[in-house]
């Protein structure tokens, strides 16, 4: 899975890379070392305006733990971090969303754990690792609208976008750590995996990509990280790696 990961790129540095790119200004892009489950996070996709009729490339914040649109209420979105590549574009929760609500999401790496086995001198305890590529990934994502209809329908308040994150096995240095990591688009696949009018599900999953194909860079780092109110660039430091996992 993914359930940790790093977002320091602002939207000037995603227009070096994608291209031309809408936001709004009000809305803060914070760099965050420990992204969790329920934060904000940006994401780029691409929507029609309603009153223009053109497809504009966007980037905005969405909630990270994707509910359906026909949830009850949006308490289960933290359990919907991720979707599995293998059944995403069947399962009820995502399918829609993989047909027509795709984004990518910019991460600098992201963080799993392992347990160390506890010793005469400790107790066991997760250390955590953090896995990058030495670039952006842009993670490939679905985003989602839910609307809470005790609420008027022009209230933006009644409305929540939220997003999940597409993964797969992992190989390679990844699955020295954990057996799941998140699947990335390449720069020059984006525009067609943001388009909406793109629905085929082999075309979909062929856009797919381990990031590096599988061989990241690994590094332990402090267990500071394991608190989800930690955050701050001295997060990524090196640490010891008592497992010998790390590169």
């Not at 963080?111 to 952006?136: C, H, I, M, N």
């Not at 388009?195 to 062929?206: F, G, M, N, S, V």
């Amino acid at each position: 899975m993914c359930g940790r990961f790093v977002s320091t790129t602002t939207p000037q540095d995603l227009v070096g890379l994608l291209g031309e790119l809408r936001w709004d200004p009000a809305e803060a892009f914070a760099p965050s070392w420990n992204v969790a489950p329920t934060d904000p996070v940006p994401a780029v996709l691409e929507r029609v305006d309603r009153e223009t009729g053109e497809l504009l490339r966007q980037i905005r914040p969405l909630r990270w733990g994707l509910v359906p649109s026909w949830s009850k209420d949006p308490s289960g979105g933290a359990r919907m971090i991720n979707a599995r590549s293998e059944t995403v574009h069947e399962k009820p929760a995502f399918r829609k969303a993989f047909a027509a609500r795709r984004c990518v999401i910019p991460a600098d790496g992201y963080f799993e754990w392992r347990e160390v086995p506890a010793e005469a001198d400790r107790k066991k305890y997760k250390q955590p690792y953090f896995l990058s590529t030495g670039s952006v990934m842009l993670m490939a994502g679905l985003y989602e609208f839910w609307r809470d209809r005790t609420r008027p329908e022009d209230d933006p308040t009644a409305w929540l976008a939220t997003t999940t994150i597409i993964t797969t096995d992992a190989t390679d240095t990844a699955g020295r750590v954990h057996d799941r990591m998140p699947l990335t688009i390449a720069a020059d696949d984006v525009p067609t995996w943001l388009a909406p009018d793109l629905t085929d599900p082999a075309e979909l999953h062929h856009l797919l990509r381990r990031p590096a194909d599988g061989a990241l860079r690994v590094r332990a780092v402090s267990t500071a990280v394991n608190s989800v109110r930690a955050n701050g660039p001295d997060l990524l430091a090196a640490a010891p790696d008592p497992l010998g996992l790390a590169d």
